[in-house]
């Protein structure tokens, strides 16, 4: 049993995506002010509401959120064509295994 906020208890913090553990603050804060609330509406409405990654196996799932399908760590813009709508399980599963990608360049550059 764990009271931590991501559900990992301390053996597991590894296996955590990393985005609920540090504060981020708030959306505003983060640079994602007015003018992202305009491109998630317009890629919100260019994907009908549905999640991209879901769609593409053949799932019908609302998208409840905008992604950059090529992360903006990794070299990605906040151009039209590198985001899409995403369910939350799919953005989960996808921010878990961009965490690990950087977790894995982080142990390279050390060694």
């Given at each position: 049993?764990?009271?931590?906020?991501?559900?990992y208890c301390e053996d597991h913090q590894a296996k955590?995506?990393?985005?609920?553990?540090?504060?981020?603050?708030?959306?505003?804060?983060?640079?994602?002010?007015?003018?992202?609330?305009?491109?998630?509406?317009?890629?919100?409405?260019?994907?009908?509401?549905?999640?991209?990654?879901?769609?593409?196996?053949?799932?019908?799932?609302?998208?409840?959120?905008?992604?950059?399908?090529?992360?903006?760590?990794?070299?990605?813009?906040?151009?039209?064509?590198?985001?899409?709508?995403?369910?939350?399980?799919?953005?989960?599963?996808?921010?878990?295994?961009?965490?690990?990608?950087?977790?894995?360049?982080?142990?390279?550059?050390?060694?």
């Open positions: 049993m764990t009271t931590n906020r991501n559900g955590a995506s990393g985005w609920l553990n540090q504060d981020r603050g708030s959306s505003s804060q983060r640079g994602y002010g007015g003018w992202w609330k305009r491109i998630r509406a317009r890629i919100l409405r260019r994907d009908k509401g549905l999640c991209q990654p879901c769609k593409e196996q053949g799932r019908v799932m609302p998208a409840v959120a905008v992604d950059h399908i090529v992360p903006k760590a990794e070299g990605g813009t906040d151009a039209d064509e590198n985001l899409q709508g995403i369910c939350k399980r799919c953005h989960k599963l996808k921010t878990e295994e961009e965490s690990r990608r950087a977790r894995g360049r982080g142990q390279n550059f050390q060694a």
